[in-house]
């Protein structure tokens, strides 16, 4: 078609807009319709959720990402339809597209879900310890693909949300006091009784300590070189854990050598015995089972 005949024609540019006008403006009604019922559906369903307890990278991930996006799209397929456009065709290429994008982003939408459970289910906050996938640390940052821990050692761990979710998690903070748990050993000639009478008032001592419940010497086992016994201490804060733990071992050692508790090491008992002689009568008899 010869465009500059086209235009210079004022009949057939007349009923080409008479065509196209209605449709466009139809379109623009469409767009601007969905327009103002997603700027007033967003604070109302922001409030819903947030009454619901929802977690804010949550909603805002269900109302700026699934609940706009969704609209957009409708909108979008809504408008082409006033325009006369091939929805259909148009939604089976999309379609397509989306299935080789899927495969090729399998990980990244599954850590997707992943963030999506961590936020519904909220095992952990941040500011809490947790232990998960052998790092223990602070929790710094959550996100809809990874968790982000910083470590003891103030490393930065990032952990992608599928593992999390895959994976034993223990939060050190989600009831607030917490128990620490320090294994001691004392030889067997010693008493319990008196090891637990040396180190409960050093127990007490260590700074964080509660006092109550009370710090607790308890014996848990028998091993194969030492009576195990086990300093139970409880603690306000999960991030006083691993400078408790430390303090305790440390408190204990010189409170049961200075007392001259023994502590025992592991040791293995060598029993040695001559076979010279049975040996000898062995040999001896020998020549005569040659014969």
Same mark, same amino acid.
């Given at each position: 078609m010869d465009l500059v005949a086209f235009f210079s024609d004022p009949e057939q540019l007349r009923a080409m807009l008479a065509v196209v006008l209605p449709k466009l403006f139809l379109a623009? @009604?469409?767009?601007?319709?969905?327009?103002? +019922? %997603? /700027?007033?559906s967003r604070p109302l369903l922001r409030k819903a959720l947030n009454r619901a307890g929802f977690h804010e990278a949550l909603t805002h991930m269900l109302i700026e990402g699934l609940f706009k996006g969704s609209l957009v799209v409708i909108a979008l397929i =809504? =408008?082409? #339809? !006033?325009? *006369?456009?091939?929805? +259909?065709? +148009?939604? #089976? *290429? $999309?379609?397509?597209a989306g299935i080789a994008v899927?495969? =090729?982003? !399998?990980?990244?939408? #599954?850590?997707?879900? +992943?963030?999506? $459970?961590v936020f519904w289910d909220r095992p952990f906050k941040i500011g809490d310890f947790i232990t998960t996938q052998s790092q223990y640390g602070r929790v710094q940052e959550i996100t809809m693909r990874t968790t982000r821990i910083r470590t003891m050692e103030n490393t930065y761990v990032v952990i992608p949300n599928k593992q999390?979710?895959?994976? %034993? $998690?223990?939060?050190?903070?989600?009831?607030?006091?917490? /128990?620490?748990?320090?294994?001691?050993?004392?030889?067997?000639?010693?008493?319990? #009784?008196?090891a637990r009478e040396v180190l409960l008032p050093v127990l007490a001592q260590i700074p964080g300590?509660?006092?109550?419940?009370?710090? !607790?010497? @308890?014996?848990?086992?028998?091993?194969?070189?030492?009576?195990? $016994?086990?300093? /139970?201490?409880w603690i306000s804060d999960a991030s006083l854990e691993r400078d408790t733990t430390f303090a305790t071992v440390e408190a204990c050692k010189l409170a049961l050598d200075n007392a001259g508790i023994e502590i025992p090491y592991p040791h293995l008992s060598l029993f040695l015995e001559d076979v010279r002689e049975p040996a000898q009568r062995g040999l001896a008899g020998i020549p005569k089972l040659l014969k």
């Open positions: 623009i @009604v469409v767009l601007a319709a969905f327009w103002l +019922a %997603l /700027r007033w =809504a =408008a082409a #339809a !006033q325009l *006369g456009i091939n929805v +259909a065709a +148009a939604l #089976a *290429g $999309l379609g397509v899927g495969f =090729a982003a !399998q990980e990244t939408v #599954a850590n997707w879900i +992943a963030g999506f $459970l999390i979710i895959g994976d %034993l $998690l223990v939060n050190h903070s989600m009831y607030g006091e917490i /128990r620490v748990n320090v294994p001691i050993g004392i030889a067997y000639k010693e008493k319990v #009784a008196a300590v509660l006092d109550s419940p009370s710090p !607790q010497i @308890v014996a848990t086992g028998l091993g194969s070189s030492s009576v195990d $016994l086990s300093a /139970r201490v």
